[in-house]
């Protein structure tokens, strides 16, 4: 069955860090793009990052950019972000996602439960 | 940078068709997806490449895009489509979310 299990959320003070994991199950990780995406309390979606299946191609939201490192390690079967410099603003719950994409589309067709991030003094 | 526009909440009797628009710059040229959002879940994938339903999701939910509007559809609309739904776009390499509409069902 294709699971993702994120975990690494908690609390940290602003301008702190932390490393989200990603840990997927029922499927061959290195066949997918795999995308983060953030919802803070009361809000709607954000698209926060996404990587390719090689890891070569990755993209971020201006709001990350510069501060979010989004990687994958097939062989483990898992995906990160690492997140620097955090903000109020960061605070929210981080989905990973698995992504289905050709040039014209991209589409997150399986999503984790989430891990919480509270950014606060 | 690319924006989507939903109007925050629809309401609909149950047995009725729910309608949530969607609009962007020349929409109908991109695909749109959707997801609904139940409280306390994650979001889950509805409709794919403007008019294609995952497997498992029931046939009352169909899409369409064209001009500068993508619409979800719901027909026979049952309590349990209240939820939040939120349509998505890809632009310049990028994932775009609409703001999201709350679909009430009374």
């Known amino acids: 069955q294709v699971q993702l299990v994120e975990s690494g959320g908690g609390l940290v003070k602003p301008g702190g860090s932390l490393r989200l994991s990603c840990a997927a199950s029922g499927f061959t990780l290195s066949d997918y793009y795999m995308s983060w995406i953030r919802q803070a309390p009361g809000k709607g979606l954000e698209w926060v990052s996404y990587?390719?299946?090689?890891?070569?191609?990755?993209y971020y939201a201006d709001s990350v950019r510069g501060r979010f490192t989004i990687s994958r390690d097939n062989a483990r079967n898992s995906l990160y972000l690492q997140m620097n410099s955090l903000r109020v603003e960061d605070a929210a719950v981080y989905y990973c996602?698995?992504?289905?994409?050709?040039?014209?589309?991209?589409?997150?067709?399986?999503w984790g439960k989430g891990t919480t991030v509270t950014v606060s003094s | 940078s690319y924006e989507l526009t939903q109007p925050p909440s629809v309401s609909v009797s149950p047995g009725q068709t729910a309608s949530i628009t969607c609009s962007g710059d020349k929409l109908g040229y991109k695909y749109v997806c959707w997801y609904q959002q139940k409280p306390g879940q994650s979001p889950v994938l509805v409709i794919y490449?403007?008019?294609k339903r995952p497997s498992g999701i029931p046939e009352r939910f169909s899409g369409s895009n064209s001009g500068n509007t993508a619409t979800l559809t719901i027909s026979v609309t049952q309590a349990l489509d209240e939820a939040d739904y939120y349509c998505?776009?890809?632009?310049?390499?990028?994932?775009?979310f609409g703001g999201g509409t709350k679909l009430t069902v009374l």
């Open positions: 990587i390719s299946s090689s890891g070569i191609i990755i």
């Open positions: 998505q776009a890809w632009d310049s390499s990028t994932v775009v």
């Open positions: 490449q403007d008019t």
């Open positions: 996602a698995r992504a289905r994409t050709d040039r014209e589309y991209f589409y997150m067709e399986v």
